[in-house]
């Protein structure tokens, strides 16, 4: 018996010693990124984002080849792994971001077992992993006070970065920083009182951007600030400066790639942005902090405690069906839930394993503000009876080979959730005339920027598209997406009339050939919204715009996609001496940007 204890204990130690590897090796990556950054070697940046991505499933197979050796017998023996669960609780109790322990145990466990639903035995349940009270552990951050100048008080901050020495014009960043803020003042509740800026410690960065992310504070108020910082030919710039909450939060959102933040404790970090943020979801904190385990476990939590507390049905989500996935929805809940059906009926011709290799290929790619974060789950288990019956029919006939019925629950072998979103379609069809002019408008937008990033959307039906509440337009089928460089863009052949009358295609149609100019006739825009198009995207339509963001992509050029609005009140141009109007020149990757700035204010 004794041999036995010790070799539980020894399995224990194990995993508790497994995730600390992953957690420093995580850092290890994320600290990279400051030098990514003052080196501007974006490539390397963006395999550092993947390795990132990939290291957690990595470390949990690792774990998981060393206790198979360490257990023998008793490798999948439930009792044993319930005292193992016991001895890990006393090894964590005094551990920060405790919770993160926790999930790896249960992604370690649940692969031992195969768990359908949850297995409090042998995982942590929902309620268990939940975020500490980090009040006892504040968060370490840099607070400057305003000794009666802002221009001051930023000269302190930026003097205190570590690319200081590295500015364009730093007196001319200094000013444009001020004028930024005091453009805005007359909005803020309690104006000429900024009494202070509190910022987190470390820098935040993410594709060609460092960020300082804080907030600016008076005698009872505070504004969320966060400042981002870009490289120039001539040194780092400063173009933006953003205080509204709805631009923080679309920056942390659900459709963006992680951040690389070196963060002693996280949970505290989680705690500062809540606060800053009161309307974001935390488990969309946590994933866009680049611990997206921990923001699947965190929405799961949401989601069981939401279903103890409510009595809907689930329901088909509002869209046109889709051929590949069967979508539901519970409408006092703010996501969708996403299962691949058992055949796709023609033209689809993808294969189910290769639906997953495309939603794999968005997980680790660049989703550059266009793509919604679909979380991947395996076995869960629901309540049959919150199904509508019209939706439990569908899944357990149409997807067969991932739904079942065991007793009284649905077991659902393998799902996406993802935040809900407006269909564009519905969107534009519902919406006032402007607000439909402007989903057009960011449609063609969108388009551009996952062209840039180097992504295709395959289908561009707007039914493929959906609408934030922030107002976006965001893309999320992703069973036709690919890259651009893999794609070859051509002009529709002209034929004369004897071509026309022939049966069938009259040229030859390669798998990877994409016709631009027929996109207009899909779409499905009434008269004015295509003409609208057209006018502010009208090259989209060309094959020769596709083709040389394919050249650049190619040749490994990093086409950079803002992340925020350039709409500011008054803007002083770094390193110059004047004053220009909120606008910025359009590139072949920005397309229609300025005039989709314009038609914005």
């Known amino acids: 018996m004794g ?18 590897n992953y957690n420093r090796r995580f850092r290890e990556i994320t600290r990279r990124a400051s030098r ?26 690792l774990v998981l080849q060393d206790l198979q050796q360490i257990l023998g017998a008793n490798f999948r023996n439930r009792k044993a792994w319930r005292r193992i669960k016991l001895l890990y609780v006393d090894l964590i109790e005094d551990c920060d971001d405790r ?45 400057y006070r305003n000794r009666g100048s802002l221009r001051f008080l930023f000269d302190e901050i930026l003097a205190d970065l570590p690319f200081a020495r590295r500015f364009r ?22 104006p000429h009182e900024v009494g202070s800026v509190e910022l987190i410690a470390p820098l935040f960065y993410r594709g060609q951007r460092a960020y300082l992310v804080g907030r600016m504070t008076g005698d009872g108020w505070q504004i969320p600030l966060v400042i981002p910082f870009k490289h120039s030919d001539e040194g780092i710039v400063c173009d933006a400066v953003i205080l509204a909450e709805r631009e923080v939060s679309i ?16 949970g505290s970090v989680v705690a500062f942005l809540k606060e800053m943020l009161p309307e974001k979801p935390i488990d969309e904190i946590y994933t866009v902090l680049g611990r997206a385990r921990q923001g699947k476990t965190e929405r799961y939590r949401a989601l069981m405690q939401h279903l103890e507390k409510s009595t809907d049905l689930f329901v088909h989500a509002r869209g046109e069906p889709g051929m590949v996935m069967e979508v539901f929805t519970l409408p ?30 968005v997980f680790r790619h660049d989703r550059a503000g266009r793509l919604v974060d679909a979380q991947e789950f395996k076995r869960l288990s629901f309540d049959k009876n919150r199904f509508d019956d019209k939706l439990l029919t569908a899944l357990l006939e149409g997807c067969s080979l991932n739904c ?20 564009l379609n519905l969107y534009i069809r519902e919406a006032e005339a402007a607000d439909a002019a402007n989903a057009v408008i960011d449609y063609g937008q969108a388009i551009r920027d996952l062209a840039s990033s180097n992504i295709f959307a395959g289908d561009l039906l707007p039914k493929n598209f959906g609408v934030t509440r922030r107002g976006r337009v965001i893309f999320y089928d992703y069973d036709e997406v690919c890259l651009i460089t893999d794609c070859r863009f051509r002009e529709f052949p002209r034929g004369d009339d004897i071509d026309e009358m022939r049966a069938g295609a009259w040229f030859y149609v390669g798998p990877h050939d994409v016709f631009p100019e027929q996109f207009i006739e899909c779409i499905g825009l009434n008269p004015e919204l295509r003409q609208l198009f057209r006018r502010l995207h009208g090259e989209l339509l060309t094959a020769s715009w596709w083709t040389h963001i394919r050249a650049r992509l190619a040749a490994g050029e990093t086409l950079d996609v803002l992340p925020y609005s350039l709409n500011s009140r008054v803007t002083r141009l770094p390193g110059s001496g004047h004053y220009a109007t909120p606008s910025h020149k359009a590139s072949p990757a920005d397309g229609a940007a300025s005039g989709l700035d314009a038609l914005r204010q």
């Not at 501007?40 to 990595?58: C, G, K």
């Not at 999930?103 to 309620?127: I, M, Y």
């Open 3 to 20: 041999n036995v204890a010790e070799t539980e204990r020894v399995a224990a130690v194990r995993i508790c010693d497994a995730f600390r």
């Open 36 to 61: 990514h950054f003052d080196n501007a070697s974006w490539a390397s940046a963006r395999l550092d984002a993947v390795r990132r991505i990939d290291l957690y499933q990595q470390s949990v197979t």
């Open 99 to 143: 919770e993160f322990f926790q999930t790896f145990f249960s992604s370690v466990s649940r692969r031992v077992f195969d768990t359908v639903g949850v297995d409090p035995l042998v995982e942590f349940l929902a309620a268990d992993v939940k975020p500490g009270d980090y009040r006892s552990k504040p968060l370490r951050t840099r607070s």
């Open 169 to 190: 014009n730093v007196e001319s960043t200094v000013s444009f920083i001020t004028a930024e803020l005091e453009a805005n003042l007359d909005e803020l509740r309690h």
């Open 251 to 266: 920056l942390f959102g659900f459709t963006r790639s992680y951040f690389h933040a070196d963060l002693p404790v996280v």
């Open 332 to 361: 006092s809940f703010n996501v969708v839930f996403k299962v691949i059906r058992d055949r796709f009926a023609p033209p689809k011709t993808v294969r189910r394993e290769e639906v997953r290799e495309k939603y794999e290929l």
């Open 404 to 423: 079942r019925i065991e007793g009284d629950r649905l077991l659902v072998e393998h799902l996406y959730i993802e935040r809900r979103l407006t269909p």
